[in-house]
């Protein structure tokens, strides 16, 4: 399977934390999105980083990778109860028009 | 408009029964696809269509059947359906990507149809 594997499955913060996730890739990429899903809805498109860069910004979003490692990480800063949904990673095949998602981690913010 | 929508938004069926999941976006995507997403799992491809014509199938049973009328436009055909295909369908679109290489193009989903087979 190409899937990756994404760590914690869940995890549960209070409003105010930060909250890590971690995404671990098996093939080479050349990019790697991380897109949010809240519940039993549709997923929209967090942030990209391509292959050549190590760290990107967006807002309260901080995405790191690491391709000797084949891992990245996503960091949401100083979160809120909105935050609360499902992150995945995802990866563009080399090759193909095939976006193949992580297991996804399940985020909780309690107020 | 960046919106994708889907309907309708839940769907019951019989396993003897035949209806159609519809998409349709206006951005002006040239790549449009479809997912099945069982609860608690990641989204896995099912369908893309590049130019409206289909260039990936993952292996799908037939009795889903894609159709690509327009460029707007994307349906997914169901037809003796199982229990287990019970899931929530999402359709995306994007700008096709470049089998030779370009920019990675992010996609635009959809709000699902939950579809029980019952």
């Not at chain 1, 990480?73 to 095949?93: E, G, K, M, N, V």
């Not at chain 2, 369908?89 to 709000?111: D, I, K, N, T, V």
């Amino acid at each position: 399977s190409q899937q990756g594997e994404e760590d914690p499955q869940a995890l549960s913060i209070q409003e105010g934390e930060n909250a890590t996730m971690n995404c671990s890739y098996k093939t080479s990429i050349n990019n790697l999105q991380w897109y949010r899903q809240n519940s039993g809805r549709g997923l929209v498109h967090l942030i990209l980083i391509r292959s050549n860069e190590r760290e990107k910004h967006s807002g309260r979003l901080r995405v790191t990778l690491d391709t000797s490692k084949k891992s990245s990480s996503l960091l949401i800063t100083a979160s809120r109860a909105a935050d609360t949904a499902s992150y995945f990673c995802a990866q563009l095949i080399q090759g193909a028009q095939k976006l193949v998602f992580g297991q996804g981690t399940r985020l909780t913010i309690n107020p | 408009d960046t919106e994708v929508t889907q309907t309708p938004k839940h769907l019951v069926m019989g396993m003897t029964n035949k209806k159609s999941l519809k998409c349709e976006q206006h951005m002006g995507h040239r790549a449009m696809y479809w997912y099945k997403q069982k609860a608690k799992k990641p989204p896995e491809l099912m369908f893309v269509y590049s130019y409206e014509k289909l260039s990936i199938n993952e292996s799908v049973p037939s009795r889903f059947s894609p159709e690509c009328p327009n460029s707007s436009l994307l349906n997914l055909h169901l037809h003796a359906l199982q229990p287990e295909d019970s899931a929530l369908y999402l359709c995306a679109s994007s700008q096709p990507h470049r089998r030779g290489g370009g920019p990675p193009y992010e996609q635009y989903f959809g709000p699902g149809t939950r579809l029980t087979v019952t």
